[in-house]
């Protein structure tokens, strides 16, 4: 299962972890680990392309861990860069229960 954690301090989101495998196909082919990869690698890239916004991203390959740095130039664009993440996330797990869970915690 594909686990999605969002840390929100204040209504905001600070930061999010992404771990899990979702186990709905084949490797290569399991099309709700896709969406899930998509979503999440989208919403990273254009905060930085689109916004020159860079996040803080470690990736050790089974966990993808994403802060939102102090001081963002475009705090704004951001949030709803990621609230947009999350959003397609939950319609994902939604729609894929088994596979997919988001939790949301305030730090």
């Known amino acids: 299962m594909i686990q999605l954690d969002v840390y929100e301090q ?3 989101i600070r930061r999010f972890t992404v771990r899990g495998h979702a186990g709905a196909g084949p490797a290569g082919r399991d099309i709700v680990c896709a969406a899930v990869s998509a979503l999440v690698l989208n919403a990273i890239n254009s905060c930085e392309v689109l916004l ?3 996040l803080a991203v470690d990736d050790d390959g089974e966990t993808l861990v994403c802060e939102v ?6 705090p704004e664009g951001v949030q709803l860069l990621l609230e947009s993440m999350v959003f397609g996330v939950k319609q994902t797990a939604d729609a894929h229960p088994r596979h997919v869970a988001v939790r949301t915690r305030s730090v």
Do not use: F, L
Not at 69 to 74: I, K, L, M, N, Q
């Open 10 to 12: 204040a209504g905001r």
């Open 69 to 74: 740095p102090a001081g963002t130039r475009d």
């Open 52 to 54: 020159g916004c860079p």
